[in-house]
């Protein structure tokens, strides 16, 4: 008797299902605010930096009280080296704040303020403030405006507390077609001018961007 069987093994593979993965939802990015328009984004900025600066003077002011006790009641030669530290921080701070906020880059001279640097900060337009730190801005130094290769500065506003504009202001950034002054047509011809402007087109009495003042808060009325 064959005990033997044929035994039909059938393995059946299951097959695979499909599974189709989700992907990861993306994270909303926050709406970015609507880019307001050159003249007020100045405006913004230059206040912006006024308050830096308060800030900064109430700073360096204490810092030099310090320095001056340090001299007096304790060596004199700390109290000096603190205040030249706090002198050396006050410069470098200011400076760096005026290029972040508005694209400028200046040095203390006799009687004034001199723009060594520009570049453009938020469009096709720059305005070079009448004052920087309580001081006239009074001259614009030789090939002043950074060469930039994206460059899309157009038009350059200058007030009338300028008396001098050096060398080839505009020579690192050719795409500047329009000076904006804003004085007279006559005070304009007064300023000792070392640039040749044949190819940009003047304007006069150019009026500046209104600086916002600190609104004051009102106060509650009181309800018996």
């Known amino acids: 008797m064959d005990n033997n069987l044929d035994i039909k093994t059938n393995i059946t593979e299951a097959a695979p299902q499909s599974v189709t993965e989700k992907e990861p939802e993306k994270a909303q990015e926050p709406e970015k605010a609507p880019k307001l328009p050159p003249h007020r984004e100045y405006a913004k900025r230059i206040v912006k930096f006024r308050k830096f600066y308060i800030q900064l003077l109430a700073t360096i002011g204490v810092a030099m009280i310090g320095a001056l006790l340090v001299a007096l009641f304790y060596n004199l030669a700390i109290g000096v080296a603190v205040a030249v530290v706090a002198t050396l921080l006050y410069r470098y701070f200011a400076v760096d704040e005026m290029f972040k906020q508005l694209g400028l880059k200046y040095t203390s001279i006799v009687g004034g303020i001199k ?17 920087i730190m309580f001081f006239d801005v009074t001259e614009i130094s030789d090939e002043a405006f950074t060469k930039k290769e994206d460059a899309t500065l157009r038009c350059v506003f200058i007030p ?64 018996k």
């Open 160 to 223: 009338k507390t300028v008396t001098r504009i050096g060398k080839n202001i505009f020579a690192n950034i050719p795409t500047v077609t329009e000076i904006r002054y804003e004085g007279t047509k006559e005070e304009w011809e007064m300023i000792e001018n070392e640039t040749d402007l044949a190819s940009i087109t003047l304007f006069f009495e150019a009026k500046y961007p209104p600086i916002p003042k600190k609104k004051k808060k009102k106060k509650a009325n009181k309800t």
């Open 115 to 131: 723009i060594t640097g520009c570049e453009e900060r938020y469009g096709d337009v720059l305005w070079i403030p009448e004052s």
